[in-house]
Nanobody, 125 residues
Framework: QVQLAESGGGLVQAGGSLRLSCAASGRTTFSNLRIGWFRQAPGKEREFVASIMWNGGMTHYPSSVRGRFTISRDNANNTVSLQMNNLKPEDTAVYYC?????????????????WGQGTQVTVSS
């Protein structure tokens, strides 16, 4: 089993920045995992935001956040972070960290097996 716990959400003005962290636990190694960040705004479906393999490699972003968001991992501390810059009101959502035991890129939420509890990000205009 993999447990994931997000932190770092909050309230920020448009144009500001936040850094989310996802702490992983429950295994001695996470090397076979792909990590994704998703978000869900009220009344909307869960949306892919970023992805990276636990051991590094290419990162992936949708066009809505590319150039503003950066996903990175700290293997020594078993964390994956999401740096969010130039935030916009439309970025307001609950942000979730997720993991799947397959390294292939997937952007569909149903392809991820493990989920954190989510952290609220609110961007005011």
């Amino acid at each position: 089993q993999v447990q994931l716990a997000e932190s770092g959400g909050g309230l920020v003005q448009a144009g500001g920045s936040l850094r989310l962290s996802c702490a992983a636990s429950g295994r001695t190694t996470f090397s076979n995992l792909r990590i994704g960040w998703f978000r869900q705004a009220p009344g909307k479906e869960r949306e892919f935001v970023a992805s990276i393999m636990w051991n590094g490699g290419m990162t992936h972003y949708p066009s809505s956040v590319r150039g503003r968001f950066t996903i990175s991992r700290d293997n020594a501390n078993n964390t994956v972070s999401l740096q969010m810059n130039n935030l916009k009101p439309e970025d307001t959502a609950v942000y979730y960290c997720a993991a799947r035991g397959d390294l292939r890129l997937q952007v569909a939420a149903e392809q991820y097996n493990y989920w954190g509890q989510g952290t609220q990000v609110t961007v005011s205009s």
